[in-house]
C-alpha cells in the first residue's frame, strides 16, 4: 500500500471509518518524498532505536523501519490505532503504544525500549502541540538527536539570531539545550487536509550547558523577565520579574555593568549575555 497515495489514503481511511480531527492538528503526507527525507535526515539506521511522535497511518514510521532497528510510535487517537496494525503489519520492528507524549515518561520509555540501542527522536508533529512536545523530548535528556517537521514559523523562531523578529525566549531554550538547524520545507499541497501554513524540518542535537551559565534556573528567569514585555525596554521588562525584588536603579545598574545600553531590548541579548546578566541580577537579590 503506498501511503502518500491520495485514492489509498481516502479509501483506507474509508475503510475503517476514520475521520480526521482539528483538535489533534491532524494532516496526512500525500508527497512520498517527504517521510522519505525525513528518515533520512533523521540518522536513523542499524543500531538505532527511534522515538516517533504521533504516527498518523505510518509514512514515516515506515520508512524509519526500513532504516533502524526499532522504531516505538506513541500515538493518542486511538481510532487511528486500527488503522497503524494493518499499514505497520509487515514492519516487525515497529511498535505502536496508545497515549498522550505530553504524559508519558520519555525517558522510561526509551531505557525500556531500546537497551543497547542509540536513541533518536523523529516525528511529524501535531501543530497543536509543537512546542511543549519538542520541549518534553528535549527534556527527556536522552536522545542523540531530535528531527521533527513543524510549523514553519516555529522553525524560524527555533533558530533565530539575536535582534531578529523571531528571537525569543523559546529560541533561547531551545539553543541553550541543543544546536539547531532547518534542513528543508515543506509547502501546504503536500498534506491532506492542506494547512493553511508551510511546514519545515528541524534537527536538534543535545549541546553541552553552555560553560558561562551558573545558575540555569535563574538565568531562564531572567530570560523569561526579559520577554514578559517584548516591546518595552529590558529594564521595563525585567521590572515585571524583580519589581519586588529589587528597585529600578538597581536593575538599571546591573545593565550597564554588563556593558548594555540601559535602553537596550531582551531581543538582542544573546545567551552569554543573558548569563552575564542573570550572574549581576543574582548578586543584587
Not at 35 to 48: D, H, L, M, T
Not at 239 to 252: D, H, N, P, V, W
Amino acid at each position: 500500500m503506498e501511503l502518500c497515495d491520495v485514492s489509498q489514503i481516502k479509501s483506507l481511511l474509508a475503510r475503517h471509518g476514520f475521520r480526521f480531527s482539528k483538535s489533534m492538528g491532524q494532516n496526512f503526507l500525500i508527497a512520498d518524498w517527504v517521510p522519505r527525507q525525513i528518515a533520512e535526515a533523521s540518522g536513523a539506521e542499524f543500531g538505532v532505536g527511534v522515538l516517533e511522535v504521533g504516527p498518523g497511518i505510518g509514512p514515516l514510521t515506515r520508512q524509519l523501519a526500513g532504516r533502524a532497528e526499532r522504531v516505538v510510535s506513541v500515538e493518542l487517537d486511538r481510532s487511528l490505532l486500527p488503522i497503524l496494525h494493518e499499514t505497520l503489519r509487515d514492519c516487525p520492528n515497529a511498535e505502536v503504544i496508545s497515549g498522550d507524549i505530553l504524559k508519558t515518561d520519555i525517558s522510561s520509555l526509551v531505557g525500556e525500549k531500546f537497551q543497547g540501542l542509540t536513541p533518536i527522536a523523529c516525528a511529524n508533529l501535531p501543530y497543536n502541540i509543537t512546542t511543549p512536545a519538542i520541549t518534553a523530548l528535549i527534556e527527556a535528556g536522552c536522545f542523540t538527536s531530535i528531527t521533527v517537521m513543524i510549523q514553519r514559523e516555529v522553525a524560524k523562531r527555533i533558530c533565530a539570531a539575536p535582534g531578529t523578529a523571531d528571537y525569543g525566549s523559546f529560541s533561547i531554550y531551545c539553543q541553550y539545550h541543543t544546536t539547531p538547524e532547518t534542513l528543508f520545507e515543506v509547502p501546504p499541497d503536500c498534506f491532506i487536509p492542506a494547512p493553511k501554513v508551510t511546514s519545515a524540518v528541524v534537527r536538534l542535537v543535545p549541546r553541552p550547558v553552555p560553560e558561562e551559565v551558573d545558575d540555569p534556573e535563574h538565568f531562564f528567569r531572567v530570560v523569561k523577565g526579559a520577554f514578559a514585555l517584548r516591546r518595552k525596554t529590558l529594564v521595563n521588562s525585567l521590572s515585571a520579574q524583580f519589581g519586588g525584588e529589587m528597585t529600578r536603579e538597581e536593575l538599571t545598574g546591573a545593565v550597564q555593568r554588563c556593558d548594555l545600553p540601559a535602553d537596550i531590548r531582551g531581543e538582542r541579548l544573546s545567551i552569554p549575555q543573558f548569563a552575564q546578566l542573570s550572574r549581576c541580577l543574582r548578586g543584587l537579590v
